[in-house]
Protein backbone atom coordinates (compact mmCIF):
# COMPACT_ATOMS: atom_id res chain seq x y z
CA UNK A 1 0.00 0.00 0.00
CA UNK A 2 1.86 3.20 -1.00
CA UNK A 3 1.82 5.45 1.36
CA UNK A 4 2.88 8.40 -1.02
CA UNK A 5 0.73 8.45 -4.65
CA UNK A 6 1.62 10.11 -7.59
CA UNK A 7 0.10 10.80 -10.45
CA UNK A 8 0.14 10.42 -13.66
CA UNK A 9 2.87 8.11 -14.10
CA UNK A 10 4.18 9.45 -17.19
CA UNK A 11 3.51 12.49 -19.56
CA UNK A 12 4.79 14.44 -22.13
CA UNK A 13 4.34 18.22 -22.93
CA UNK A 14 5.86 20.48 -25.17
CA UNK A 15 8.73 22.89 -24.64
CA UNK A 16 7.17 25.72 -23.72
CA UNK A 17 3.94 24.54 -21.78
CA UNK A 18 3.28 24.20 -17.45
CA UNK A 19 4.02 20.45 -16.29
CA UNK A 20 2.20 19.85 -13.43
CA UNK A 21 2.48 16.58 -11.60
CA UNK A 22 0.52 15.49 -8.62
CA UNK A 23 1.10 14.07 -5.09
CA UNK A 24 -1.81 12.93 -2.12
CA UNK A 25 -0.73 11.14 1.58
CA UNK A 26 -2.48 9.54 3.51
CA UNK A 27 -0.61 9.69 6.91
CA UNK A 28 -1.83 13.29 8.74
CA UNK A 29 2.07 12.75 10.75
CA UNK A 30 3.75 13.52 7.48
CA UNK A 31 5.26 17.18 7.85
CA UNK A 32 7.64 17.27 5.10
CA UNK A 33 7.57 17.17 1.52
CA UNK A 34 10.93 16.81 -0.94
CA UNK A 35 10.62 16.55 -4.43
CA UNK A 36 13.47 14.75 -6.02
CA UNK A 37 14.48 14.80 -9.44
CA UNK A 38 16.05 11.36 -11.26
CA UNK A 39 17.55 11.97 -14.32
CA UNK A 40 17.80 8.53 -16.56
CA UNK A 41 21.09 6.42 -15.28
CA UNK A 42 21.82 9.32 -12.41
CA UNK A 43 20.85 9.11 -8.97
CA UNK A 44 17.95 11.06 -7.21
CA UNK A 45 18.73 14.36 -6.18
CA UNK A 46 16.82 17.09 -4.34
CA UNK A 47 14.70 19.68 -6.15
CA UNK A 48 12.82 21.76 -4.10
CA UNK A 49 10.66 20.51 -0.78
CA UNK A 50 8.06 22.06 1.89
CA UNK A 51 6.54 21.92 4.83
CA UNK A 52 3.21 21.79 7.02
CA UNK A 53 3.74 25.48 7.49
CA UNK A 54 3.48 26.66 4.17
CA UNK A 55 1.34 26.36 1.21
CA UNK A 56 3.27 27.69 -1.17
CA UNK A 57 6.87 27.37 -2.20
CA UNK A 58 8.93 28.47 -5.22
CA UNK A 59 12.17 28.19 -6.94
CA UNK A 60 12.43 29.38 -10.06
CA UNK A 61 10.39 27.52 -13.16
CA UNK A 62 9.05 25.30 -9.63
CA UNK A 63 6.08 25.66 -7.49
CA UNK A 64 4.89 23.55 -4.92
CA UNK A 65 1.09 24.01 -4.38
CA UNK A 66 -0.07 22.07 -0.96
CA UNK A 67 -3.42 21.98 0.27
CA UNK A 68 -2.83 20.49 3.34
CA UNK A 69 -6.68 19.64 4.40
CA UNK A 70 -6.77 17.54 1.50
CA UNK A 71 -3.75 15.89 1.80
CA UNK A 72 -2.42 16.53 -2.02
CA UNK A 73 0.51 18.37 -3.40
CA UNK A 74 1.31 19.50 -6.90
CA UNK A 75 4.41 20.76 -8.45
CA UNK A 76 4.11 23.01 -11.23
CA UNK A 77 6.99 23.29 -14.23
CA UNK A 78 6.37 26.33 -15.91
CA UNK A 79 8.42 26.73 -19.38
CA UNK A 80 9.14 23.54 -19.61
CA UNK A 81 12.46 22.49 -21.15
CA UNK A 82 14.06 19.83 -22.95
CA UNK A 83 16.83 19.24 -19.96
CA UNK A 84 13.66 18.73 -17.81
CA UNK A 85 13.11 15.59 -18.85
CA UNK A 86 13.18 13.42 -15.67
CA UNK A 87 11.27 11.37 -13.49
CA UNK A 88 10.37 13.36 -10.49
CA UNK A 89 9.47 11.94 -7.35
CA UNK A 90 7.17 13.52 -4.57
CA UNK A 91 8.12 12.10 -0.86
CA UNK A 92 7.28 12.90 2.96
CA UNK A 93 8.87 12.09 6.05
CA UNK A 94 8.20 12.57 10.41
CA UNK A 95 10.13 15.14 11.85
CA UNK A 96 9.91 13.16 14.87
CA UNK A 97 11.24 10.31 13.15
CA UNK A 98 14.61 11.93 11.63
CA UNK A 99 15.07 11.77 7.98
CA UNK A 100 13.48 8.72 6.34
CA UNK A 101 11.62 9.36 3.44
CA UNK A 102 8.62 7.55 2.15
CA UNK A 103 8.28 8.17 -1.84
CA UNK A 104 5.90 7.44 -4.38
CA UNK A 105 6.33 5.50 -7.20
CA UNK A 106 7.17 8.82 -9.70
CA UNK A 107 6.38 10.80 -12.53
CA UNK A 108 8.15 10.23 -15.77
CA UNK A 109 8.13 13.60 -17.76
CA UNK A 110 9.17 13.82 -21.14
CA UNK A 111 9.22 17.58 -22.61
CA UNK A 112 9.40 17.85 -26.31
CA UNK A 113 11.10 20.65 -28.40
CA UNK B 1 30.47 18.64 -1.98
CA UNK B 2 28.79 15.94 -0.78
CA UNK B 3 30.25 12.76 -1.48
CA UNK B 4 28.48 9.12 -0.97
CA UNK B 5 30.61 6.04 -3.08
CA UNK B 6 28.97 3.10 -3.44
CA UNK B 7 30.82 -0.22 -4.76
CA UNK B 8 30.64 -2.11 -7.07
CA UNK B 9 28.27 -0.26 -9.49
CA UNK B 10 27.40 -3.02 -10.57
CA UNK B 11 27.49 -7.32 -10.29
CA UNK B 12 25.61 -10.00 -11.13
CA UNK B 13 25.32 -12.63 -8.45
CA UNK B 14 23.98 -16.60 -8.59
CA UNK B 15 20.64 -17.59 -6.66
CA UNK B 16 21.24 -18.34 -3.10
CA UNK B 17 24.96 -16.72 -3.20
CA UNK B 18 25.89 -14.16 -0.28
CA UNK B 19 26.28 -9.81 -1.47
CA UNK B 20 27.61 -7.39 -0.49
CA UNK B 21 26.99 -4.01 -1.20
CA UNK B 22 29.41 -0.86 -0.05
CA UNK B 23 28.61 2.50 0.71
CA UNK B 24 31.09 5.06 2.19
CA UNK B 25 30.25 8.85 2.66
CA UNK B 26 32.55 11.84 3.45
CA UNK B 27 29.81 14.04 4.68
CA UNK B 28 30.31 13.49 8.24
CA UNK B 29 26.37 12.80 8.14
CA UNK B 30 25.24 10.64 11.21
CA UNK B 31 22.13 9.12 8.96
CA UNK B 32 22.91 6.48 6.29
CA UNK B 33 20.22 4.93 4.31
CA UNK B 34 19.47 1.71 1.70
CA UNK B 35 17.08 2.20 -0.59
CA UNK B 36 16.13 -0.29 -3.78
CA UNK B 37 14.66 1.51 -7.11
CA UNK B 38 12.48 -0.84 -9.08
CA UNK B 39 10.18 -0.17 -11.57
CA UNK B 40 6.84 0.64 -10.52
CA UNK B 41 7.55 0.99 -7.00
CA UNK B 42 9.72 3.77 -6.52
CA UNK B 43 12.32 4.39 -4.01
CA UNK B 44 11.89 1.69 -1.33
CA UNK B 45 13.53 1.70 2.02
CA UNK B 46 15.65 -1.06 3.19
CA UNK B 47 17.39 -0.13 6.51
CA UNK B 48 18.57 2.67 7.77
CA UNK B 49 20.91 3.90 10.54
CA UNK B 50 21.45 6.90 12.70
CA UNK B 51 24.42 6.17 14.47
CA UNK B 52 27.20 3.53 14.23
CA UNK B 53 27.38 0.26 15.39
CA UNK B 54 23.76 0.65 15.13
CA UNK B 55 20.97 -0.03 12.39
CA UNK B 56 17.07 0.30 12.09
CA UNK B 57 14.34 -1.97 9.76
CA UNK B 58 13.27 0.43 6.60
CA UNK B 59 10.11 -0.91 4.89
CA UNK B 60 11.37 -3.96 3.02
CA UNK B 61 13.99 -5.31 5.43
CA UNK B 62 13.02 -8.85 4.71
CA UNK B 63 16.51 -10.96 3.04
CA UNK B 64 18.60 -7.85 3.47
CA UNK B 65 21.15 -6.82 6.82
CA UNK B 66 22.95 -4.44 7.39
CA UNK B 67 26.35 -3.25 9.04
CA UNK B 68 27.21 0.51 10.18
CA UNK B 69 30.94 -0.26 11.36
CA UNK B 70 31.66 3.25 11.23
CA UNK B 71 30.20 7.03 10.62
CA UNK B 72 31.32 6.65 6.95
CA UNK B 73 30.40 3.47 6.16
CA UNK B 74 27.60 1.45 5.67
CA UNK B 75 26.86 -1.97 4.12
CA UNK B 76 24.20 -4.14 2.75
CA UNK B 77 24.17 -7.64 2.81
CA UNK B 78 22.37 -10.31 1.00
CA UNK B 79 23.09 -14.00 2.59
CA UNK B 80 20.99 -15.66 -0.02
CA UNK B 81 20.07 -13.66 -3.25
CA UNK B 82 17.02 -14.73 -4.92
CA UNK B 83 16.02 -13.14 -8.26
CA UNK B 84 13.16 -10.58 -7.02
CA UNK B 85 16.47 -8.88 -5.04
CA UNK B 86 17.52 -8.03 -8.00
CA UNK B 87 17.29 -3.99 -8.43
CA UNK B 88 19.57 -0.63 -8.20
CA UNK B 89 20.30 -0.05 -4.82
CA UNK B 90 20.80 3.23 -3.60
CA UNK B 91 22.98 4.22 -0.49
CA UNK B 92 21.95 7.99 0.45
CA UNK B 93 23.56 9.98 4.04
CA UNK B 94 21.88 12.92 5.38
CA UNK B 95 22.69 15.25 8.65
CA UNK B 96 21.06 15.71 11.56
CA UNK B 97 17.99 18.37 12.49
CA UNK B 98 15.06 20.60 11.96
CA UNK B 99 17.30 22.21 8.47
CA UNK B 100 19.15 19.12 7.37
CA UNK B 101 16.56 16.76 5.68
CA UNK B 102 18.39 16.55 2.26
CA UNK B 103 19.58 12.95 1.31
CA UNK B 104 22.53 12.72 -0.77
CA UNK B 105 22.79 9.76 -2.81
CA UNK B 106 25.48 7.73 -4.10
CA UNK B 107 25.41 6.63 -7.60
CA UNK B 108 23.95 3.19 -7.57
CA UNK B 109 24.56 -0.39 -7.88
CA UNK B 110 22.82 -1.93 -10.06
CA UNK B 111 22.28 -5.87 -8.53
CA UNK B 112 21.54 -8.71 -11.19
CA UNK B 113 21.02 -11.89 -9.39
CA UNK B 114 20.31 -15.07 -12.04
Known amino acids: QQQVRQSPQSLTVWEGETTILNCSYE??????FPWYRQFPGKSPALLIA?????NKKEDGRFTIFFNKREKKLSLHITDSQPGDSATYFC????????????FGIGTRVLVRP | EAAVTQSPRSKVAVTGGKVTLSCHQTNNHDYMYWYRQDTGHGLRLIHY???????EKGDIPDGYKASRPSQENFSLILELASLSQTAVYFC?????????????FGSGTRLTVL
Open chain 1, 27 to 32: DSTFDY
Open chain 1, 91 to 102: AASRNSAGNKLT
Open chain 2, 92 to 104: ASSDWGQDAETLY
Open chain 1, 50 to 54: ISLVS
Open chain 2, 49 to 55: SYVADST
